[in-house]
């Protein structure tokens, strides 16, 4: 299938272009020949990964910047409106372009799978990915993570599918119009932009509504997205998949046994067929992840158990459970977690994974809003763990709150019973970790910010 590059991104520019959903976006369009400029606020890796496309990646942000001969300027809903390079764009007449209507477009020439969920969304559209380019069919994708394997976060290939990560936080996942999507969960969080859950599931509601005549909704087993199924039944030519391990699940999971840091998976289809699979992550979610992918899959026509088997070359994404290293006899371990559920099902898993040995967190909540909302819920998960050390809040795109801080997380935490060590001060915790750990421990970085940064330097205090 020749690329097809809408007339808007030919000469793209991207305004925080080292953002996961951004790069991906512009990794693809640069891969279908589109020349592609940006900015981002520092260096980093992926920076290096877009100028190695032919990407132009500035560093900062300025008017001078943009081109002006740029088709289109893309932004996230991360993008301030008094961003300098925003405002040259308003003086040249430059359109504006959201990344999911960027994405959409993208999506348009293909048949797609759209995976989306309060959580686990980047790991199942990942499991995918993983399996279809192993079956040889040669998949375009677009990840919120860059993949253990290829090391990349998206790819234009030349198959007829094309796999997306469907982001809820701010709507913009109503833009696509999948022909199979995925609904892995649905609770409330994006405290900024949902007031409630009736506005959550009137936000799913409306991605459903975008699935054609004849496409098909795999639901896990969450409650919110059993709930979702329910307020969607009837809709005209809509099948839906129930995927999960109770007696009504269409692919039920029969078993899933834990083998060290991987699962066996055992999933009955539709009433007939058992396929027993590997997943190379531990946990419970994980095989749940992996039994959605295998059913979206099923429906898009691939061989149920090919499509298993080659599920099994998945190997893990970048900050999902991903292992740093090992020093001193100390396992370090990055987790994306910060929601309180994603937290949980990480350190249950962990737990698992650890046996005897201690685990210890070290945890920095991300978002003033969330925490607000959800500070005594990641406390309660933290007590999962044997200890923990607790850093300040990640503002991310947001102004601090008035009296929301970690402290609030800390004081649910010890209510719980955890023993916690708040640190302020980001570059004392590798020390810190250091004088907590002993041989045999795990040690999970958590958090949606940059604390991902600080599995080296512990790795590297562990070693000295």
């Known amino acids: 299938m020749a690329p097809a590059i809408p007339a808007a991104m030919e000469r793209p520019h991207f305004i925080g272009i080292g953002g996961a959903g951004m790069s991906g976006i512009a990794k693809i369009l640069a891969q279908r020949g589109a020349k592609v400029a940006g900015s981002d606020a520092k260096e980093s890796a992926t920076a290096e990964s877009l100028r190695a496309l032919g990407v132009t990646v500035h560093i900062g942000h300025a008017a001078a910047h943009l081109a002006d001969d740029a088709s289109a300027v893309v932004v996230s809903s991360a993008i301030r409106a008094d961003n300098p390079e925003l405002a040259r764009a308003a003086e040249l007449g430059i359109p504006v372009v959201h990344r999911s209507d960027a994405l959409a477009a993208l999506m348009r020439s293909r048949s797609t799978i759209a995976v989306a969920g309060t959580h686990g969304k980047t790991t199942t559209t990942s499991m995918l990915a993983v399996a279809l380019t192993e079956l ?3 998949p375009s994708y677009a990840i919120g993570g860059d993949l253990a394997g290829p090391g990349t976060n998206a790819r234009h290939g030349e198959g ?3 796999v997306a990560e469907a982001d809820e936080s701010d709507r913009s996942f109503q833009k696509y119009d999948p022909d199979v999507a995925i609904v892995l969960n649905v609770e409330l969080d994006h405290h900024a932009n ?45 099948e839906i998949t129930r995927v999960g391990e109770g007696e009504d699940a269409d692919v039920r999971i ?12 055992t999933v009955s289809l539709w009433g007939g067929d058992e396929i027993t699979f590997t997943v190379s992550v531990p946990g419970r979610h994980y095989a749940h992840n992996a039994a959605a992918a295998l059913a979206a899959g099923s429906r898009m026509g691939i061989d149920p158990r090919e ?18 290293g090992e020093a001193a006899g100390v396992q370090v371990i990055d987790s994306y977690a910060h929601h309180p559920t994603e937290m949980t099902a990480d350190l249950e898993a962990m737990r698992g994974a650890a046996g005897a040995a201690r685990l210890l967190v ?23 763990a044997d200890a923990s050390v607790v850093l300040d809040i990640y503002p991310a795109r947001e102004d601090p709150i008035p009296g ?9 935490a010890r209510a719980a019973g955890a023993d916690v060590t708040p640190v302020h001060d980001k570059g004392a915790v590798a020390d810190v970790v250091a004088g907590m750990a002993r041989p045999g421990d795990l ?22």
Request: glycine share 10%; aromatic share 6%.
């Open 194 to 238: 949902y007031a409630s859950m009736d506005e959550i599931y009137e936000s799913f509601e409306a991605f459903v509504d975008k699935i054609p005549t004849a496409g098909t909704l795999v639901v896990g087993e969450h409650a919110g997205a059993r709930e979702l199924a329910a307020r969607v039944a009837g809709r005209d030519g809509l």
């Open 404 to 412: 929301i801080t970690s402290e609030l997380i800390i004081s649910a």
């Open 136 to 138: 040889g069919l040669d």
């Open 254 to 265: 029969l078993a899933i046994t834990p083998k060290g840091m991987t699962s066996e998976v």
């Open 160 to 162: 007829e599918i094309f």
């Open 443 to 464: 040690v999970l970085t958590m958090g949606a910010g940059d604390v991902t940064d600080l599995g080296p330097l512990i790795l590297a205090r562990l070693s000295s």
């Open 362 to 384: 070290v945890f920095q909540p991300h978002l003033f809003s969330r925490t607000q909302e959800l500070g005594k819920e990641m406390g309660d998960a933290l007590a999962l």
């Open 307 to 324: 499509l298993a088997q080659a599920l099994t070359a998945y190997t893990g994404v970048g900050r999902r459970l991903q292992l740093k």
